[in-house]
């Protein structure tokens, strides 16, 4: 039988997979979210409680993924580094998609030389590798949590920029919007009230992939040391923690990639889901 | 040399074999049919039409025929790779881990297994400590030796981003009309899909090579600090960390010109691979 893309067995089972797979990685996010909510509840040690007799001990009943260099209980760190990564990776792609939605809704309603001039900042901005921007801002700012948002999120917005003009320019010619014109509606209104709304889809898929995205980019910066400082758990952190470690201590490399990865990967999962989804309407 | 060479390649061949045999009596032994999906569980399926479905997919035939008509389809590389299919989904959920791990995680990890455990890579550095007194042929060797994890992590995570596009763009271009009308010409399928299908599903990609230059420069930033290499990534974290302003300021200067060049040289690939941009004489 010659394979023809499309014929029915072929793509049921994709959708059907494709479904499967949005839905697990939901489910994870879930799970996440909670385990981040009642972190102080769910975990076994106090994150910060330094103990040093009982340095890199491997995993065992008293400590489920055993303990790093300065004693203190891997699990009860990871359960704790789940609200950065989450509180990280929401913030930051908010902030992205708050400055990428209003440019791209501006830049294609307005057209002319408004979008000519907002599309070569787009441009501009895309040309940098985003890591060089990001240590290079950070470095002269001050490594915490709240700059490490901003400037995530003031490095990829872009992507959502274009997103949303792309879309604008193809809504702003349909009969809909048309009509709400001919009745008077003001320019504000129309974007706000006819054009925005109709315009999210794909921003939902870009903002879902975004924020697995953002995850990924502070543990890099927790890695290099200019992202979440110790003694504050984040993933990325306790990764740089184990580099000095490697080799004797596993544990203390192979569990917080594994939660990265997880994560990651859920969104990543969900928000392919929703691509499909909307793509199939 | 050759002829070490030449036994260790013909030495796979059983081994292969092995594997391909292995898989292939794994998925016959399962219960069930590829047809009862489709047809068993549809009572409006006739017995002829199931007949007539299973005689489409060979099934029909004795299971040395199938085993022979499968291995004939694996040499060619063609693992019925359609959207759903088993090879498909292997590889969507590798290639979804590939994307979704963070790279100098990965590089810790190698650096973990291979460099420290097993011992089998340096685990930083680009040049043994007496490299100035070896020979150009063991320097250079030497050098790639360093370089095995590096470039075996980053070609990896690397790999993992192309191949969601290739796909993405692999099954967009089998549903266009020209490959229907290549299919109903007769054309053999794997002349099909390599010729009319892969050469078109490529052209994205020139342009996510160039587009992909500052992930590979931001790569390197972090797997240059992984594995202390001593390049411009690495240079770069360290004028960082001494808050060197000047350097920082060029790299990054040095950084989006790159990009740019990387930008220019898709573009121009493009309109060198795709006739149909030169034709229109371009923007």
Not at chain 2, 52 to 59: D, F, H, N, Q, T
Not at chain 2, 127 to 155: F, K, N
Request: proline fraction near 6%; include cysteine; hydrophobic fraction near 55%.
């Amino acid at each position: 039988m010659k394979k023809v893309p499309g014929t029915f067995p072929a793509l049921r089972s994709t959708r059907y997979f494709g479904n499967r797979l949005a839905a697990t990685g939901a489910a994870v996010l879930l799970l996440l979210a909670v385990i981040a909510v009642c972190a102080p509840w769910l975990a076994p040690y106090d994150p910060l409680a330094v103990n040093l007799p009982e340095a890199l001990l491997a995993p065992s009943p008293a400590h489920w993924l055993g303990t790093d260099p300065l004693g203190r209980d891997v699990l009860s760190r990871l359960i704790f580094g789940s609200r950065i990564s989450l509180l990280i990776g929401f913030i930051a792609v908010g902030v992205a998609v708050v400055i990428g939605t209003a440019v791209g809704l501006l830049a294609g309603y307005a057209g002319g030389r408004c979008d000519a001039a907002l599309m070569r900042l787009v441009d501009t901005m895309l040309a940098f590798p985003s890591i060089f921007l990001l240590l290079a801002v950070i470095a002269i700012l001050e490594p915490n949590i709240y700059n490490i948002m901003a400037v995530i999120g003031l490095t990829s917005w872009m992507g959502v920029a274009r997103l949303v003009r792309a879309e604008i320019l193809s809504l702003k010619e349909r009969d809909f919007v048309l009509a709400a014109r001919a009745l008077g509606a003001s320019p504000l209104r129309l974007m706000v009230r006819h054009l925005l709304p109709n315009a999210m889809g794909p921003v939902l898929v870009a903002a879902t992939l975004g924020v697995g995205g953002a995850i990924l980019t502070e543990s890099v910066l927790s890695y290099l040391g200019l992202g979440v400082q110790p003694p504050t758990p984040s993933w990325g952190n306790i990764l740089n923690e184990g580099r000095v470690a490697l080799g004797i201590a596993w544990w203390l490399t192979l569990t917080p990639g594994v939660c990265i990865l997880v994560t990651v990967l859920a969104f990543n999962l969900l928000g392919e889901g929703i691509r499909d989804g909307l793509a199939r309407r | 040399m050759i002829g070490y060479l030449a036994r260790r390649l013909l030495g796979l061949i059983p081994v292969l074999l092995g594997i391909t045999l292995i898989s292939f009596g794994v998925m016959k032994l399962a219960p069930g049919k590829p047809t009862d999906a489709a047809v068993q569980f549809n009572p409006k399926a006739s017995f002829e039409a199931r007949e007539r479905m299973e005689k489409l997919l060979g099934l029909d035939q004795p299971l040395h025929r199938q085993y022979l008509r499968w291995l004939g389809r694996v040499v060619r590389f063609d693992f019925e790779v359609r959207p759903g299919g088993l090879f498909d989904r292997l590889t969507t959920v590798l290639v979804f881990i590939g994307y979704s791990a963070p790279g100098f995680w990965l590089a810790l990890l190698a650096i973990g297994w291979f460099g420290v455990t097993l011992r089998w890579f340096p685990v930083s550095g680009l040049h043994a400590i007496d490299h100035e007194a070896m020979g150009l042929l063991r320097r250079g060797l030497d050098v790639a030796w360093h370089l095995a994890l590096p470039v075996g992590v980053m070609t990896f995570v690397g790999l993992a981003g192309l191949s969601r596009y290739a796909r993405s763009g692999m099954i967009e271009v089998l549903r266009q009309d020209y490959i229907r009308t290549a299919r109903a010409k007769g054309l053999p399928e794997r002349r099909v899909l390599f010729r009319h299908g892969l050469r078109n599903a490529l052209l994205p990609i020139i342009t996510i090579l160039g587009l992909s230059l500052p992930d590979l420069i931001a790569g390197s930033v972090v797997m240059e600090t992984v594995f202390s290499i001593p390049g411009m990534g690495r240079l770069f974290y360290d004028a960082v960390m001494a808050r060197d302003q000047n350097v920082v300021m060029a790299l990054v200067t040095i950084g989006a010109l790159l990009t740019l060049l990387g930008n220019l040289l898709a573009d121009l690939a493009y309109a060198y691979a795709d006739p149909r941009i030169r034709v229109r004489g371009g923007r």
